[in-house]
């Protein structure tokens, strides 16, 4: 919590869990919420102690292994049954084992959900609340109660949900959650109820968002606008459906837009690293396009925008990508103007300070690249070359090709084997190298760093570490062109080069040759 009293609280291993194809293990959800307190939030709701076992393993080994420096831990669980005194409720009991200072309890708030799910009255719903929140409070607890279907319940009956609120403060409940837990809402509309019902109660109010109508975000901001002062969200907007309001775009929108300090001032760089860490965790691939924290949030095409961007980068960003820990990107392709050119140049560390014309041939020569199928967006490394290429003090080929040539066997017992052969010419040196690897692409690099390692010892370091393949412009059976991306590393970098060509491994020998070329302009020897 920060000193305004302002609440960022991340349900990412609680509601962001149950999203599809989302297992943490426990080890992950401890690195997960170290993870989350290093971006400063104030709450970190670690699962439902007693009714999962995962969870309550976690809590048990978060009271040794957590040191937290800005969040404090929540447990979650539900009101006592009806009927069941609160004392001898199992579940009620778990949430005092797990040993978190906060609690927070999910409550219905919908007149319908308590006759229709609970099967009970809706006096008795508001006894459980009442009953639940004081015996926790009076162990110690602070507790925040969760008011779920509270949008729907409130159509229904805008009276009903007020009570549950008025139950839960009166108890000694310190904050009330307004949950749009169908995620039907619009931002117009919460702002409309949230302030009728800040009108109509006095306690600290929240907010939970879904974002089955893409407004989970929206739908927050309206309602802090509105007088909410705890915010909920999960890293990355993970979710069950269509997921969670994102809790990094909401404290960057909070701090920078709103001017409210929900996370400490040091945090907000932190931002995109953690996000993708907690994607790797998920295992799930980080969102290029996610706002404020994708790769592609600060990423610049057009010419138009690169060239104002060369006058004043504020006038196509809304933020100083370092702010919330990114950076910005020129992305170079066939709508790429002289200053696109430039800015990539600098971005790359190529000076191209009095090579107008070597900027006019690289426009051009990219033009044309890029309308037979040639992409690179995702490619620095080939464009770099590219560009060294047009250049007055442009690096010599590693090698001149005579042939190559590859082979696929597959033998009766199921083995397949690739091979490869390649004649190249190195300092006036003729050289034959012949490899093996299990596809011919593997066999293609394996048998041209060998020919090279000897003139180039730094290539013995390099691998390929990814492949990727995409057929553009199919026309029917087999014809088509094929674009690869590969991703190459020497153990200390990644770089990505790209190929284009009708045949798959022409394609990605063009490619393989960047690969390596980069390399050795990486580290060059004495």
């Given at each position: 919590m920060t000193s305004t009293g302002f609440h960022v609280f991340d349900t990412t291993l609680r509601d962001g869990a149950q999203r599809e194809g989302v297992s943490y293990s426990v080890a992950d959800k401890l690195a997960v919420a170290r993870l989350l307190d290093e971006i400063g939030v104030g709450y970190i709701?670690?699962?439902?102690?007693?009714?999962?076992?995962?969870?309550?393993?976690?809590?048990?080994?978060?009271?040794?292994?957590?040191?937290?420096?800005?969040?404090?831990?929540?447990?979650?669980?539900?009101?006592?049954?009806?009927?069941?005194?609160?004392?001898?409720?199992?579940?009620?009991?778990?949430?005092?084992?797990?040993?978190?200072?906060?609690?927070?309890?999910?409550?219905?708030?919908?007149?319908?959900?308590?006759?229709?799910?609970?099967?009970?009255?809706?006096?008795?719903?508001?006894?459980?609340?009442?009953?639940?929140?004081?015996?926790?409070?009076?162990?110690?607890?602070?507790?925040?109660?969760?008011?779920?279907?509270?949008?729907?319940?409130?159509?229904?009956?805008?009276?009903?949900?007020?009570?549950?609120?008025?139950?839960?403060?009166?108890?000694?409940a310190e904050v009330g959650v307004l949950c749009d837990t169908n995620g039907g809402m619009l931002p117009m509309g919460v702002g409309r109820v949230v302030a009728d019902v800040r009108a109509r109660t006095s306690g600290k109010l929240g907010i939970h968002c879904q974002d089955d109508t893409g407004c989970a975000v929206a739908n927050t901001l309206a309602a802090v606008e509105a007088g909410v002062t705890h915010v909920q969200g999960t890293a990355n907007g993970y979710g069950e459906r269509a997921g969670n309001a994102d809790t990094f775009v909401l404290v960057a929108n909070l701090v920078t837009k709103m001017g409210i300090p929900a996370v400490p001032a040091e945090c907000l760089p932190e931002l995109q690293r953690v996000s993708h860490a907690i994607a790797e965790l998920a295992n799930i691939a980080p969102d290029d396009h996610q706002p404020y924290v994708g790769a592609s949030a600060f990423a610049h095409k057009a010419g138009l925008h690169a060239s104002a961007i060369k006058v004043s980068p504020g006038l196509y960003n809304h933020l100083e990508p370092a702010v919330v820990g990114n950076d910005m990107r020129i992305l170079v392709t066939e709508m790429a103007g002289r200053a696109s050119v430039e800015l990539k140049g600098r971005e790359l560390g190529v000076d191209l300070a009095g090579q107008a014309d070597a900027v006019g041939r690289v426009v051009d020569q990219v033009k044309v690249l890029e309308a037979d199928g040639w992409s690179f967006e995702a490619a620095d490394a080939s464009f770099e070359l590219l560009l060294r290429s047009q250049l007055p003090e442009a690096p010599p080929p590693l090698f001149e090709l005579e042939s190559y040539r590859t082979s696929v066997e597959h033998w009766g017992n199921g083995v397949v084997v690739s091979e490869a052969t390649v004649k190249v010419h190195v300092d006036g040196q003729r050289i034959i190298s012949t490899g093996e690897g299990n596809g011919p692409v593997n066999a293609l690099d394996n048998a041209l760093r060998q020919a090279l390692v000897s003139r180039y010892p730094q290539l013995a370091d390099v691998a390929l570490a990814d492949y990727k393949v995409r057929i553009l412009g199919w026309r029917g059976g087999t014809?088509?062109?094929?674009?690869?991306?590969?991703?190459?590393?020497?153990?200390?970098?990644?770089?990505t080069t790209v190929g284009v060509h009708a045949n798959i491994v022409e394609a990605s020998w063009h490619a393989l040759v960047d690969a390596l070329t980069y390399a050795v302009l990486r580290r060059p020897q004495p």
């Open positions: 709701e670690g699962g439902w102690p007693g009714a999962l076992p995962k969870d309550t393993e976690f809590f048990a080994r978060a009271r040794t292994e957590l040191q937290l420096k800005h969040a404090q831990l929540v447990a979650f669980g539900s009101t006592r049954k009806a009927g069941v005194a609160v004392e001898d409720d199992v579940q009620v009991q778990a949430l005092l084992d797990a040993q978190t200072p906060v609690v927070c309890l999910v409550a219905k708030s919908d007149v319908r959900h308590v006759r229709e799910a609970l099967r009970t009255t809706l006096e008795e719903n508001l006894a459980m609340v009442a009953d639940t929140v004081a015996f926790l409070v009076g162990h110690g607890r602070r507790v925040f109660v969760d008011c779920e279907h509270f949008f729907d319940g409130y159509a229904a009956d805008p009276e009903y949900g007020v009570q549950v609120l008025d139950a839960a403060f009166a108890a000694g014809s088509a062109t094929t674009r690869v991306l590969i991703d190459t590393t020497d153990g200390v970098g990644e770089w």
